[in-house]
């Protein structure tokens, strides 16, 4: 019999009852250190005081009125969003596929707009995510999440990550935008090279179509810099952001500059309750903390102590782990093991990783975990390490 949750998820045997900063309770108490943020969600952890306080205050006087009338909180963080980065307009989501579905559109209708109709292919990287829908499935091509949803919705290029001549023989006369993760996340945390974000933009100067950045999992504070772009001093034309700017709320949105939003006119695209004023008081409580330059150096000093203990743990268990990879807070361990045994050892242990493509964990922490937290994470990593190589020598013996 079908169980009455849709059985899409392999879920593991963990249920907490309760978060507290960067950690998560069961019912009988067992604490783990959360090393995933719910997939790079928790931001500022879990229960944040100015997070409950904005949420628990807005929930009190006015929760949704839907996008027929004017948001003061949306208009607040919309505000912060286009003055902390390249964009000059916002459109608020609930998610990341979401976000995902307005930048093709958003592409797309530029192209119709300037005259070229003909200009509506996207082009994506092996390995790339951006989300379940018929649109972020397409783009992203890969057959574990197209078979069996066909005819996938046309328009789409792939080439191979990394593949520089395959890129430029990509572009066509059909070409509309180039979709890229800066870090790609569930590809198995395999950074861009800023020369590579370089690259991509005067390719896309050189050929007069848009670069389109998915901030979704690397965006917010994740890599050190607000957004991960920043570090290679290029911008995009639109961005995809989710996750962390709702710190667990459902909150997303596409950033764009003037001209890459300029076929985005009323009655173009919509949302029921995306940037509601219950979504957008976290939001702007999120953004407040995240976006302040003091917050993202300590960001930078704990991702730079966090990855040298890794390489230390990766050194001392060289048949678990291969490589540390990442940046900032968004870090991958290479696995030698099987990275769903490195995960569940993990759960032995109690903390919390997350897989990923290419055989690799992800660790993820919230961002403002303390030092103390960081040693704690590669004290747990490292016993759920020896519990592998446990298994590993039993297995041999
Ligand atoms: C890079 C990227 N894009 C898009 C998405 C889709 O976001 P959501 O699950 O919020 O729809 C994700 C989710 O993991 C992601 O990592």
Redesign the pocket.
Known sequence: MIPSVLPTYNRAPLSFAKGEGSWLIEDDGRRFLDLGSG?AVNALGHAHPALVAALTEQAGKLWHTSNLYQIPQQQALADKLVAATFADTVFFTN???ES?ELAVKMARKYFYEKGQPEKVEIIGFEGS???RSSAGIAAAGSEKMTKGFGPLLPGFRHVAWGDHDGLKAAITDETAAILI?PVQ??GGIRPLPDQCLKGLRDLCDEHGILLIL?E??CGMGRTGKLFAHEWAGVDPDIM?V??GIGGGFPL?AVLATEDAASGMTAGTHGSTYGGNPLGCAVGNAVMDLVADPAFLSEVNRKAGLLRQKLEGLVAGHPEVFEEVRGAGLMLGLKCKALNADVVKAGYDAEVITVPAADNVIRLLPPLNLSDDEVAEAVTRLDAAATEVELAQAKQTA
Request: glycine share 22%; hydrophobic share 30%.
């Open positions: 997939i998610s990341g596929t995902c995510f951006h989300g993760e996340g569930e998915d979704v999992q995809m989710a996750k997303g």
